[in-house]
C-alpha cells in the first residue's frame, strides 16, 4: 500500500485521516504546518501528499509549486469553485472539502492511487487471490465465479476494509447511485460472498449498521 504524508493544521482532522488510512493499510506521516510539510515533502518519498490549503506559515498552494511527480489531493473547508479550479489547475489529482465523509476520502486516495501507480492488481487473504484487472477469483487455486456485482462488493470491502460500511454506503459503491429502493440486496449479496468464498469469519454484520470486512 501507499506511504502518504499528510499535511493539516487541524490534529483532529489529521489524526481521522491517519486512522483511517492505515485502516486500510496505507502508511501515513503527518506535519502541521506548511513549511514542515514541504520540508518532509521534499526529504523523503511519499506515493501522495495530502495537503491541506489553509496552513501556518506556508499554504498548500505555494507547496504544491515545489512538489514534481507526487499525487496530491487537497483537502479544505474552502469550497468555492474558484479554489477547486486553482488547485486542480496547480496540479492537485483530487480535491474534497471539509467536511468529508470519509469512506469518499478513502475511495478518492484509493483511485488517485490507481490512476497515477497502478497499484492494487492483486489482493490476496486467507489462500484467496483477487485479480481485478480482469476481475476473477481464485481460492486455493480454485476459480470462484462471481456474478458482477458480487465482484463489485468484494471490492468494495477490499478497498475499505476493516471499516463499518452502511448498506446505504455499499449501495452506493456498489450500485453507484443514490438507491432508495430495499437494502435486503446488500443482505443477499454478502451472504453469497460468505457462501462463496467461505468468509464468514471475515465478513462481519455490525449491529443495526451494516457489514465490515477485517483482514
Ligand atoms: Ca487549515
Redesign the pocket.
Known amino acids: 500500500m501507499a506511504k502518504i504524508l499528510i499535511v493539516?493544521?487541524?490534529k483532529a482532522i489529521s489524526d481521522l485521516i491517519k486512522f483511517n488510512l492505515e485502516l486500510v493499510g496505507h502508511e501515513c506521516f503527518q506535519e502541521f504546518n506548511g513549511k514542515s510539510g514541504l520540508d518532509e515533502a521534499l526529504a523523503n518519498k511519499y506515493d501522495m501528499l495530502i495537503l491541506?490549503v489553509?496552513?501556518p506559515e506556508l499554504s498548500g498552494f505555494d507547496i504544491i509549486d515545489y512538489i514534481k511527480g507526487t499525487p496530491v489531493i487537497f483537502v479544505t473547508a474552502r469550497a468555492t469553485a474558484n479554489d477547486k479550479i486553482k488547485g486542480l489547475r496547480k496540479g492537485a489529482d483530487d480535491y474534497i472539502t471539509k467536511p468529508f465523509d470519509i469512506i469518499e476520502l478513502v475511495e478518492r486516495v484509493k483511485a488517485v492511487l490507481r490512476r497515477t501507480k497502478g497499484e492494487a492488481k492483486v489482493f490476496e487473504f486467507d489462500g484467496i487471490k483477487v485479480m481485478f484487472d480482469n476481475r476473477r477469483v481464485f481460492k486455493d487455486g480454485k476459480e470462484i465465479i462471481l456474478k458482477p456485482k458480487e465482484f463489485d462488493l468484494l471490492e468494495a470491502f477490499i478497498n475499505n476494509r476493516n471499516l463499518a460500511l452502511t448498506r446505504e454506503k455499499l449501495l452506493y459503491l456498489v450500485w453507484e447511485f443514490d438507491y432508495e429502493g430495499d437494502s435486503r440486496t446488500v443482505d443477499v449479496h454478502v451472504q453469497r460472498l460468505r457462501q462463496k468464498l467461505g468468509i464468514s469469519n471475515r465478513l462481519q454484520t455490525v449491529y443495526k449498521t451494516g457489514y465490515r470486512l477485517e483482514i
Open positions: 493539516e493544521d487541524e491541506d489553509m496552513l
